[in-house]
């Protein structure tokens, strides 16, 4: 038996002593991929040195002979430490992912081939000015030469998930910086999706009341009536509908994104008028999906026209929101409505043409290869209409909306081969005051956004991005598809760029935006019929007028603030006839519980704080409240209303125009009011809360539901490994706080924050070096660096990092300099 007990010993060793070996060896070979900030290179491509200084942060300030050198050291750093983030960016936009990833990316590929975005940046390359495309080259040139001197020095591929994922890697390219900037706008876009489920929507109720309820307009505008959707294809009404939820939305690696994750932001901006110190003060809080790495990098650049800091995007030579010396600018989505869905029917005696306003016309067609890992590859025809790409009935349940002998094309200012985008961004950077920044946006093409823009004097806005100039008869107005064939439906052309609506310099020295109605003009230079924000507006407008005077102070105040203007608007509404009602019930009872639920309410103050309990039990209620309301009208068709809609909830529940009949549930025989359905919805929340949470509704924290999931987007779901590289935080605010932590409103974890403030910046014109920002992660996309994470707990607790462009303040306890030197 000892002689058992020795070799069980000796066995156990052994293996211990292996996988302490295997264990190194692994953590050898991953960790050569960490760059040394620390050194001496000599590299192609560069006229004169360059120096990188990386602050405390990790920020790296960029400092070259000249601009085109500083551009190389940008590439330079993206590289060093966003390799994978890069190239997975511009793998997604070239329709490539299944060559690394298989099947479960085949979908995507083919609705970005279709799209053709990647061909797009090509051919935009050539209308670039001079110096972009010189920049856009020397910025390629930075990034190949941190490929070469990872193939030379053996540098473990670059970043660790190379080794999981074994494929070469192209030398970078102008046409993908392009690239990206247009992957962008699929991520920001949302009317494509809106429009079909508006015509979705229309059918299942076939009642014009209902629809103005249930996709209601943004308080203060009005619309002609639109006809219903049916009687535009008769064909539909043989047509049964299928209610498939595409799952193009759930795969973490798809930039298609439901619509309720469609962009959003924060920006405002106060004149030396409203300013304490006498400077103009802008802040910006732009909202992405968020991740681990987050899309934002932050960095600075010395330009001959002085020196930039702020929020870049690896593999984008430029600043998006940021600071000069002399000029700050933000930006926010502008919900312009710059899609259209076309309905195109197909010659019955030759599917490969398709009807225009002059007869029927052939597609334009082109054969491409998609490769797929371990599977054949697969051969895609384009179809391509005068209106668009024809694109498949799975993207956005466009089948759903298609008649037989029709298909579905799209029109997207994104789509376009002659995109300036990047030289208007290139310009930004180089002006010098309110007036060459907003001349610089006239070669702004696409994703649309506000543009906030504060300098030493004055404020402006000004919405950026072509919009589409649509004809006064358009038969939908642009909120649900049309006929392609018919010349009114039609884009003629190109709105000019002084009808892009504008504020400079107003009166009340304050300008803001949270994703608002920002104009309310009349079809068809309405802008758009969707906009991003009803709600955070309202507390927006409190805070700014709530002082004569604002400080860089009261700006961060603002940008944290997580107080509901929806719940303390809506409370009082729907449980106007439950305070402080009925008898006392006893303990343990379904109606004890309701009552402590209704007295934490009662004395809540809208504040999302994750501590408190109330923030769970009013969210819970709403969810439930909305899923009561809509169910028994649209059946498996509400399941695409993933949230609660503030504005549907106030006009059921002030009954206006009737809207109360959404309150009585079709299927019964007796009439339910308004209050039964917000009972109900309370005791539907509370047994939710009872089986995720507990009982002890005082005990409850909103921060362990509304976790903040910052998840890689390929690692995220492997076994243990997902616990080095997600980040997991408990989080204020909530859907309609200006600190929004947008809920994911699905599956078992419908509270968890998916989508805010990834970049937060205030600038203070008054002491420039007092300007603050921060990220949501942290500035390395490698795991094991300490960078990986380090901003993220400032980020989760409301803090912010120096954004200074003095030189001794970056050097000072830097965590490393690199000399690029010409070789």
Known sequence: MAQVFKWLFRIAGAMVVLAVLGVTVVYFLLSRSLPEYDKTLAVNGLSSKVEIVRDHSNVPHVFGGTDLDTFFG????????????????????????SEVFGTQTVEIDKVLRRFDLYGQARDSVSVQDAWTQEALRAYSRGVNARLNEINEEARGRGAPEMFLFDFPISPWQPADSIAIVKLLSVQL???????????????????????????????????????????LFPELKDHAPRYAKSDITANPLSPFHDRAFAGASNAWAAAPSRSAAGGTLLANDPHLELTAPAI??????????????????????????????????????????DQDVYIERLNPDNPGEYLTPDGYKDFRTESTIIEIKDMDPITL??????????????????????????????????????????????????????????????FYVAPSQNLMLADDETIAMKMIGAMPRRNAGHETKGRMPSRGWVEANRWPAMTP??????????????????????????????????????????????LMQSREVHTRDSFIEAQLDTVSFTARSLLPLIGRDLWFTG?????????????RALDLLSNWNGEMNEHLPEPLIYAAWLRALMTRLIQDELGPLATEFTHPDPVFIERVYRDIDGASEW???????????????????LDDALVWI???????????????????????????????????????????????????????????????????????????????????????????????????????????????????LDPALARAAAVGVTMLVPR
């Open 497 to 542: 760029y002084s009808a892009n609506p504008e504020f400079v310099a107003p009166i009340g020295g304050v300008l803001g935006n949270t994703n608002n109605k920002t104009v309310d003009r009349p079809f068809p230079s309405h802008v758009s019929f969707k906009w991003g924000d009803t709600q955070r507006i309202h507390r927006w407008q409190r």
């Open 296 to 337: 934002w990098y932050l960095a600075r650049i010395e330009l001959s026209t002085g020196g930039v800091i702020g929020g870049t995007i690896p593999g984008v030579p430029v600043v998006m929101t940021g600071r000069s010396e002399k000029l700050g600018w933000g930006v926010t989505s502008s919900y312009m409505d």
């Open 583 to 595: 008898e006392a019930a006893p303990d343990g009872t379904p109606e004890r519980q309701r009552q």
């Open 74 to 97: 940008l590439g330079y750093a993206h590289a060093q430490d966003r390799l994978w983030q890069m190239v997975m960016l511009r793998r997604t936009v070239q329709g490539r992912l």
């Open 690 to 804: 009872d089986d995720n949470y507990g009982t002890a509704l005082e005990s409850l924290r909103w921060g362990d539901a509304h976790q903040a999931t910052h998840d890689h987007q390929v690692l995220g779901d492997v076994p243990l490994l997902r616990y080095f590289v997600n980040i997991r935080q408990s989080t204020s605010g909530g859907d309609n706080t200006l600190l929004r932590g947008r809920t994911s409103g699905e599956g078992p974890d419908p509270f968890q924050n998916v989508h805010g403030a990834a970049f937060r910046g205030v600038y203070d014109f008054a002491d420039p070096d007092s300007s603050v920002f921060i990220i949501s992660t942290g500035q390395s996309g490698h795991f094991l660096s300490r960078h990986y994470d380090d901003l993220s707990q400032l980020w989760r607790r409301g803090e912010y990092i120096p954004m200074s």
């Open 381 to 442: 025809t384009l179809r391509w209409t005068d209106n668009g790409p024809v694109m498949p009935g799975t993207h956005y349940d466009l089948a759903e909306v298609t008649p037989p002998g029709h298909v579905a094309s799209v029109a997207w200012t994104a789509l376009s081969g002659a995109d300036t985008t990047m030289t208007a961004a290139m310009r930004l950077m180089q002006s010098q005051n309110v007036d060459e920044a907003l001349e610089a946006g006239r």
């Open 663 to 681: 309150c009585d549930i079709k299927q019964s025989t007796q009439e339910e009011t308004c209050t039964d359905i917000a009972r109900l919805a």
């Open 189 to 231: 876009s949302a009317h494509l999706q809106e429009e079909v489920l508006f015509a979705r929507t229309s059918m299942a109720l076939g009642d014009d009341g209902l629809m103005e309820d249930i996709m209601p307009l943004a308080p203060g505008s009005g619309i002609a009536a639109l006809p219903d959707y049916a009687s």
